[in-house]
Nanobody, 123 residues
Framework: VQLVESGGGSVQAGGSLRLSCSVS????????MSWYRQSPGKEREFVSS???????DYADSVKGRFIMARSGRKNAMYLQMNNLKPEDTAMYYC???????????????????WGQGTQVTVS
């Protein structure tokens, strides 16, 4: 399982960015997906998640500003980040957790996977 992330960058406060993430391989499986972020000297923290098809959950710090949704392709989603603040600056990591697989094809060896991270800088 590989997670492919894109969309990070630099933006001024009040601006917007969209992060995307997709799971490559295992198209017969469904993954719940999430975003976490980590700033220098801080622990990785939860940002948002999507599960049970389209149920979403957000950290209080991003509610009302960030929107997470599936992007049409299976096991692909995006995080629309609006009204960005300097405190949103961090490395953002996409996570995928195996929910279930259909049929008898091989399953992934693990349940949890992480992307390589994409930097978001808000000045």
């Amino acid at each position: 399982v590989q997670l492919v992330e894109s969309g990070g960058g630099s933006v001024q406060a009040g601006g917007s960015l969209r992060l995307s993430c997709s799971v490559s391989g295992y198209t017969h499986c469904t993954f719940d997906m999430s975003w976490y972020r980590q700033s220098p000297g801080k622990e990785r923290e939860f940002v948002s998640s999507i599960y049970d098809e389209n149920t979403t959950d957000y950290a209080d710090s991003v509610k009302g500003r960030f929107i997470m949704a599936r992007s049409g392709r299976k096991n692909a989603m995006y995080l629309q980040m609006n009204n960005l603040k300097p405190e949103d600056t961090a490395m953002y990591y996409c996570g995928a957790s195996l929910a279930y697989c259909d049929g008898n094809d091989p399953r992934p060896s693990d349940y949890n996977y992480w992307g390589q991270g994409t930097q978001v800088t808000v000045s």
